[in-house]
């Protein structure tokens, strides 16, 4: 069936990296985009960050620009999310998404995603 599940999370001191991972099986990752979205408690969830499936151009929300990459690995069916210079306001749970059409509305719009993972807790504090 399909799955994506993410991994990486923890807890890092402001300032601090850790890179998720999201595992895909059940279906060709090579075809879908991916993105990544948090939520935070008591906020909407929101985009992170996304990687086409064609020609592997990637997107990132301003307020992670210059901190966050996203990369993707075909052949191992997974894509990565390096998170360094982390803040505070990262804290939030991060969630891996995929996507057979790139979303029509945006990289960010969370009802263009057709598979969702679990999610991984990310806490940035001192």
């Known amino acids: 069936q399909v799955q994506l599940v993410e991994s990486g999370g923890g807890l890092v001191q402001p300032g601090g990296s850790l890179r998720l991972s999201c595992a895909a099986s059940?279906?060709?990752?090579?075809?879908?985009?991916i993105g990544w979205f948090r939520q935070a408690p008591g906020k909407e969830r929101e985009g992170v960050s996304c990687?086409?499936?064609?020609?592997?151009?990637?997107y990132y929300a301003d307020s992670v620009k210059g901190r966050f990459t996203i990369s993707r690995d075909n052949a191992k069916s997974t894509v990565y999310l390096q998170m360094n210079s982390l803040k505070p306001e990262d804290t939030a749970v991060y969630y891996c998404?995929?996507?057979?059409?790139?979303?029509?509305?945006?990289?960010?719009?969370?009802?263009?995603?057709?598979?969702w993972g679990q999610g991984t807790q990310v806490t940035v504090s001192s």
């Open positions: 990687i086409s499936s064609s020609d592997g151009s990637t």
């Open positions: 998404a995929a996507a057979l059409w790139f979303p029509s509305q945006g990289w960010d719009t969370v009802s263009g995603y057709n598979y």
């Open positions: 059940g279906f060709t990752l090579d075809y879908y985009a």
